[in-house]
Each structure stands twice: as structure tokens, then as C-alpha cells.
Nanobody, 121 residues
Framework: QVQLVESGGGLVQTGGSLRLSCTAS????????WKWFRQAPGKEREFVAK????????NYGDSVKGRFAISRDNAKNMVYLQMNSLKPEDTAVYYC??????????????WGQGTQVTVSS
């Protein structure tokens, strides 16, 4: 059974940075796509970023382009999300996700439990 566990969330001031991590267990995901999604209270889930299995293709949601960076370490079965220049509107629960389809913005089969990111103004 695949389990994804996020870490690194917390409270940060506007303009600050956080680095989220997500580690997988139960299966090697080196041939899988990693994605990050987020959901703020009362809002729909939003695509944040994705990275192909080899890390050669990356894509971001419009609201985070130029501020966030996704990366992966296949040897560690992990994905990261470096978040810079954080804004109050980035406040949300962030979820890592993994699946086989890179081209779709829809999520794959595996989800983490989520980590809260709160940006204070």
C-alpha cells in the first residue's frame, strides 16, 4: 500500500519562504509523476505544480509561477516544493499527489494527508 506523507508546513509572514517535502513508502515512485495541489477553506482544490518522472518536464499553476519550485529525488522517493515570496492568498492545505499521467492537471491515484501553510499579512 502506497503512503505519502507531507512535512514542512507552518506559519510564515508575507514574503517568507517554506519548503514542503513529501515522502513515499510502500512503492518506488521513480516512474511516476509527482504533483502538488492545495485547497483553501471554502475554495476548490487548485493545481500547484507537477514534475515528470525524470524531472525533465515541470509545470506550474499560474498563481505560483516564478515563486514556487518543484523538484524530486528519486533515490529518496521524495518530492519537494520550495515556496518563496509567499502571499496571504497562498494559505491553504497543501497535498502531494502521484500518478502516471503527466499531461493531465487532474490528480493521480496517491494522496498525502496534507500539510497546512498559513501566510500572515
Amino acid at each position: 500500500q502506497v503512503q505519502l506523507v507531507e512535512s514542512g508546513g507552518g506559519l510564515v509572514q508575507t514574503g517568507g519562504s517554506l519548503r514542503l517535502s513529501c515522502t513515499a513508502s510502500g512503492r518506488t515512485l521513480s516512474s511516476y509523476v509527482w504533483k502538488w495541489f492545495r485547497q483553501a477553506p471554502g475554495k476548490e482544490r487548485e493545481f500547484v505544480a507537477k514534475i515528470s518522472y525524470a524531472g525533465t518536464s515541470i509545470n506550474y499553476g499560474d498563481s505560483v509561477k516564478g515563486r514556487f519550485a518543484i523538484s524530486r529525488d528519486n533515490a529518496k522517493n521524495m518530492v519537494y516544493l520550495q515556496m518563496n515570496s509567499l502571499k496571504p492568498e497562498d494559505t491553504a492545505v497543501y497535498y502531494c499527489n502521484s500518478g502516471l499521467n503527466y499531461w493531465a492537471q487532474t490528480p493521480g491515484d496517491y494522496w498525502g494527508q496534507g500539510t497546512q501553510v498559513t501566510v500572515s499579512s
